[in-house]
């Protein structure tokens, strides 16, 4: 069965946060050899039963073409994964400074607490939906919660759609931390 009411919430919230435009991002959980995957186009803050597909992981079948342009890299994540849920979003603050480093390091306690390593940015000659993506970003989740697509977004994987978000959420705090960091500094 489809978990309509966690999509809801978690699009509702990312939206909100600002984590995502109107129509932008999607979110899905694996149902063992299918997954649970929003529809493209959909508007994840406003997601009824028609804006979730349920597809095949290891190949195209009937319902692939209605999801997400994304799901490529969503199937390559959870065969190569255990993960249950992948949120993708695109944090405005994390894709800025996606553009000029190579793995984003927060500066704040919860934010190191989190992500002590840093998370890696990955570049790919086509960030949206591409087989690039799929390829570069899997092995890293062995490694990093969430990963950062320069000048796209982030991909997060998690038990629950609720871990995921809460991966997206801290790392675009911590980047909007680090942000004002930099612009506060300048002022002295």
Do not use: W
Request: some cysteine.
């Amino acid at each position: 069965m489809i978990p309509l009411r966690d999509f809801q919430t978690i699009g509702h919230d990312l939206f909100v946060a600002g984590l995502n435009n109107s129509h932008s991002g999607n979110l899905s959980v694996r149902l063992n050899r299918m997954m649970a995957i929003t529809r493209s186009g959909s508007m994840l803050h406003r997601l009824d039963y028609s804006d979730l597909v349920e597809t095949a992981i290891d190949e195209e079948d009937s319902q692939s073409a209605k999801a997400s342009r994304e799901r490529p890299v969503h199937c390559a994540i959870y065969r190569g994964t255990s993960a249950q849920a992948i949120v993708h979003a695109h944090p405005p603050q994390l894709i800025a400074m996606s553009f000029i480093v190579d793995k984003f390091t927060p500066i704040d306690a919860e934010g190191r607490y989190f992500f002590p390593d840093g998370i890696p940015v990955i570049e790919v000659a086509n960030a949206i939906a591409s087989e690039e993506v799929a390829t570069k970003i899997t092995p890293l989740f062995r490694e990093f919660p969430i990963v950062i697509v320069r000048g796209h977004g982030t991909f997060a994987v998690g038990n629950t759609l609720e871990e995921g978000f809460h991966y997206t959420s801290s790392l675009e705090h911590s980047a909007r931390i680090a942000s004002a960091y930099r612009v506060h500094s300048n002022l002295r």
